[in-house]
């Protein structure tokens, strides 16, 4: 009779071969059809207030003004990645490939301006965005009930400096950091074009 280790083992094996050949299968269809989608900030706006997209490698943060914080940057992520720092290699695998529980991230900048935001993150690209103000409140409104719904779960990390609560979104592959910033960025009034999967972003001028 095979013994429970050896079934163990055997299971194990057939899950990673089975991870291997969808994160293949993923990695396929994400070159074959992800891409960028293209933001376009409103051409005109009432109340203007201006708020900042932070990009690197990995991340993309919206940064607005809350009225008591000051300028404020939230994020999206993947709970268990982020908030937990459950992030070893084979956890990708759980990430992209299914529907995980996302996170919201948020911690407040210290900046004021442009200018000190740059002086903040300096290793970070800052895209500078107009949009209506009364858009931006109702935002930041919502972000922020969302936090208190899950507040009794909030971590705070270390390693990433943010605050994060469990998220209503789930994360992977075909919703991840770029999808939830555009979603937020589609609120404030911008145009944003559709892409099956979002590996970026990228700014046009208002039309």
């Given at each position: 009779m095979t013994s429970d280790p050896t079934r163990r083992r055997s299971r194990l094996r057939r899950f990673l071969r089975f991870a291997a050949t969808t994160a293949v299968a993923i990695s396929?269809?994400?070159w074959a059809i992800?891409?960028?989608?293209?933001?376009r900030p409103p051409a005109q706006v009432d109340d203007p207030v201006d708020i900042f997209l932070l990009?690197?490698?990995r991340h993309r943060g919206l940064i607005l003004p809350h009225p008591d914080d000051g300028l404020v940057e939230y994020g999206y992520g993947e709970w268990w990645w982020y908030a937990l720092g459950d992030?070893?290699?084979y956890d990708a695998f759980r990430a992209v490939l299914w529907p995980t529980q996302g996170t919201l991230g948020r911690r407040r900048t210290g900046a004021t301006d442009l200018e000190s935001l740059r002086d903040r993150f300096h290793?970070?690209?800052i895209q500078s965005l107009v949009v209506e103000r009364e858009r931006v409140n109702s935002l930041v409104e919502d972000l922020e009930t969302a936090r208190a719904e899950r507040r009794e779960d909030e971590i705070w990390s270390?390693?990433?400096?943010?605050w994060f609560v469990p998220f209503r979104t789930d994360y992977w592959a075909?919703?991840?950091c770029n999808d939830e910033v555009a979603d937020w960025l589609e609120r404030l009034g911008?145009?944003?074009?559709?892409?099956?999967?979002?590996?970026?972003?990228?700014?046009?001028?208002?039309?």
């Amino acid at each position: 009779m095979t013994s429970d280790p050896t079934r163990r083992r055997s299971r194990l094996r057939r899950f990673l071969r089975f991870a291997a050949t969808t994160a293949v299968a993923i990695s396929f269809l994400v070159w074959a059809i992800g891409c960028t989608s293209t933001i376009r900030p409103p051409a005109q706006v009432d109340d203007p207030v201006d708020i900042f997209l932070l990009l690197d490698a990995r991340h993309r943060g919206l940064i607005l003004p809350h009225p008591d914080d000051g300028l404020v940057e939230y994020g999206y992520g993947e709970w268990w990645w982020y908030a937990l720092g459950d992030d070893a290699w084979y956890d990708a695998f759980r990430a992209v490939l299914w529907p995980t529980q996302g996170t919201l991230g948020r911690r407040r900048t210290g900046a004021t301006d442009l200018e000190s935001l740059r002086d903040r993150f300096h290793w970070m690209t800052i895209q500078s965005l107009v949009v209506e103000r009364e858009r931006v409140n109702s935002l930041v409104e919502d972000l922020e009930t969302a936090r208190a719904e899950r507040r009794e779960d909030e971590i705070w990390s270390d390693r990433y400096g943010f605050w994060f609560v469990p998220f209503r979104t789930d994360y992977w592959a075909f919703h991840n950091c770029n999808d939830e910033v555009a979603d937020w960025l589609e609120r404030l009034g911008c145009d944003v074009s559709w892409v099956p999967i979002c590996l970026d972003l990228e700014f046009a001028a208002p039309e």
